[in-house]
Every structure is written in C-alpha cells, then in structure tokens.
Nanobody, 115 residues
Framework: QVQLVESGGGLVQAGGSLRLSCVAS????????NAWYRQAPGKQREVVAT???????NYATSVKGRFTISRDNAKNTMYLEMNSLSPEDTAVYYC?????????WGKGTLVTVSS
C-alpha cells in the first residue's frame, strides 16, 4: 500500500517562503509521476506542480517562477519550495503519486499566508 505524508505547512506572512516535504512508502518516487496539488477553501483541488520519473518539471501558471518542485531519490522524498507567497496561495497542499495507474494522496498540510 502506498502511503504519503506531507509536512512543512504553517502560517507565513505575504512575501515569505515555506518548504513542504512529502515522504513516501510503498512506492519509489523516482520510478513514478509525482505532483503537488492544492485546494483552497470553497474551491476545487488543482495541480500546482508535477515531476515525472525522468525529472521533467511542470508548473501551474499561477505559481511558475515562485514555486519549485524537486525530489530526493535517496530519501524517497518530494519537496515543494514556495517563495513570494501571497494570500492567494492559502490552501491545503497535497502530495500525489501515481503508482501503477492509481492516484495516491497524502492527508495534506495547511499553508496559510497572511497579509
């Protein structure tokens, strides 16, 4: 069974930075497609950034240039570095891993950006 655990969320002022982490068990990140999603209050969950098994990176237009997705294969951990945060980035951020065609999710970590 694939299990994903996010951490690193919290409260930060606008313009600040946070680094989210996602540790996986039951799946090897380097062999699968991985992504960060987020869901703001009252809104649908949306993809923020993706990284393929080959290391190809993609970002949502709203975060490109501010966020960076990365992976540490030795630690089987995925990261999302968030810079220049604004209140619009406030959301629950979820780690995602596609293993054998099945989407797996963590419980999420809350990021709150104050003005």
């Amino acid at each position: 069974q694939v299990q994903l655990v996010e951490s690193g969320g919290g409260l930060v002022q606008a313009g600040g930075s946070l680094r989210l982490s996602c540790v996986a068990s039951g799946s090897t990140f380097s062999l699968n497609a991985n992504a960060w999603y987020r869901q703001a209050p009252g809104k649908q969950r949306e993809v923020v950034a993706t990284i393929s098994s080959g290391g190809i990176l993609n970002y949502a237009t709203s975060v490109k240039g501010r966020f960076t997705i990365s992976r540490d294969n030795a630690k089987n951990t995925m990261y999302l570095e968030m810079n220049s945060l604004s209140p619009e980035d406030t959301a629950v951020y979820y780690c995602n891993n596609v293993h054998r065609g099945v989407f797996y999710w963590g419980k999420g970590t809350l990021v709150t950006v104050s003005s």
